[in-house]
């Protein structure tokens, strides 16, 4: 029974890590981390060149249950859907790396937004988990938000409640939707930082 309890509480620690900062982790109110990348449509992306822009970064792993739970009842879609029309640019990452979960090519990355009906602006697929390090993204879903100066604004949670369960997310505050409205309004974001959620990123280590 006590091993039981501690492989339990050890699989809880790798879906649920401790927030806290590396040395390597972009801060809140500094400038976010440039990236250059091509998307699976064949597109060019460079984050700077958004300068001006509200930009969102969301880490993905279709095989993930949280991922599932936000996107399998439409929450993450809609979510989507309710930025970029506001003008904001809306970037799905997926750092899976070759042999691990969730890594996918062009091909399947285009059929799961298809099948999902998900609506980024872009989805780049990172195998190599340059931009994933870059941000200390930890958790599939992490969330980033980046104002028009190009400063960190959010980083963390898509919502308030960290249950698998999509019963959960009614009543929940979704963060990233919070941030994006004051930042259009012209305010500082109340909620800038917290712990994210998620199946951990599927980095090469």
């Known amino acids: ?43 060019p992306f460079k984050l700077s060149d958004h300068k001006g822009e509200i930009v969102v970064l969301e880490w993905t792993n279709a095989q993930c249950p949280f991922v599932m739970k936000h996107y399998d009842s439409n929450n993450m879609q809609n979510t989507q859907k309710q930025v970029t029309e506001k003008g904001i640019k809306w970037i799905t990452i997926n750092s899976s790396a070759q042999g691990r979960q969730g890594n996918v090519t062009n091909e399947e990355a285009a059929k799961i ?4 009906n998900a609506a980024p602006t872009a989805k780049i697929l990172d195998p190599s988990g340059e931009i994933g390090k ?14 028009a100066e190009g400063t960190l604004a959010y980083a963390g949670a898509i919502d308030s409640n ?19 409205d004051e930042l259009l309004a012209g ?14 990123v599927k980095y090469d280590y």
Request: glycine share 4%; proline share 7%.
């Open 134 to 147: 870059m941000y200390d993204a930890k958790t599939t879903p992490h969330m980033f938000v980046i104002d």
């Open 113 to 116: 937004l298809e099948d999902k």
């Open 187 to 200: 305010k500082a974001v109340t909620t800038s930082q917290t712990q994210p959620y998620g199946c951990s």
């Open 1 to 43: 029974m006590r091993q039981l309890i501690l492989t339990s509480l050890a699989a809880f620690m790798i879906i649920m890590p401790l927030f806290t900062a590396s040395a390597a982790s972009p801060q809140i109110g500094q400038t976010a981390p440039d990236f250059e990348a091509t998307d699976i449509e064949g597109n």
């Open 162 to 180: 960290a249950s698998p369960n999509p019963a959960t997310i009614e009543g929940a505050e979704n963060y990233v939707i919070a941030a994006v």
